[in-house]
């Protein structure tokens, strides 16, 4: 069973940047697609960003599309989330999350296994 961890949520000021990272364990934690899905106080989540599972296909969100990048390390098992020129409209609770299809996701109920997420505050 896939197990993910997330850090490197913060409090940044807006314009600011922060790096999540996702640390996946588990077996075959390289076959599954890894993405990022976020949900604010009183909103339903919403997906950011996704990797696929040799991290040859991404998708984003149009609302982070030029802001955010999302990279992979397999030889780590480690998932990051570069997130610059941050809004205080970012501001939200970050899922990682694992599919075990290994292709993007874009609706983020195809995930199957989820971090206990990391939370992101951009505000002055």
């Known amino acids: 069973q896939l197990q993910l961890v997330e850090s490197g949520g913060g409090s940044v000021q807006p314009g600011g940047s922060l790096r999540l990272s996702c640390a996946a364990s588990g077996f075959a934690a390289n076959t599954y697609a890894i993405g990022w899905v976020r949900q604010a106080p009183g909103k339903e989540r919403e997906g950011v960003s996704c990797?696929?599972?040799?991290?040859?296909?991404?998708n984003y969100a149009g609302f982070v599309k030029g802001r955010f990048t999302i990279s992979r390390d397999n030889a780590k098992n480690m998932v990051y989330l570069q997130m610059n020129s941050l809004r205080p409209e970012d501001t939200a609770v970050y899922y990682c999350?694992?599919?075990?299809?290994?292709?993007?996701?874009?609706?983020?109920?195809?995930?199957?296994?989820w971090g206990q997420g990391t939370q992101v505050t951009v505000s002055s």
């Open positions: 990797i696929s599972a040799s991290g040859m296909s991404q």
């Open positions: 999350a694992g599919s075990r299809k290994g292709t993007v996701v874009v609706d983020a109920d195809e995930y199957d296994v």
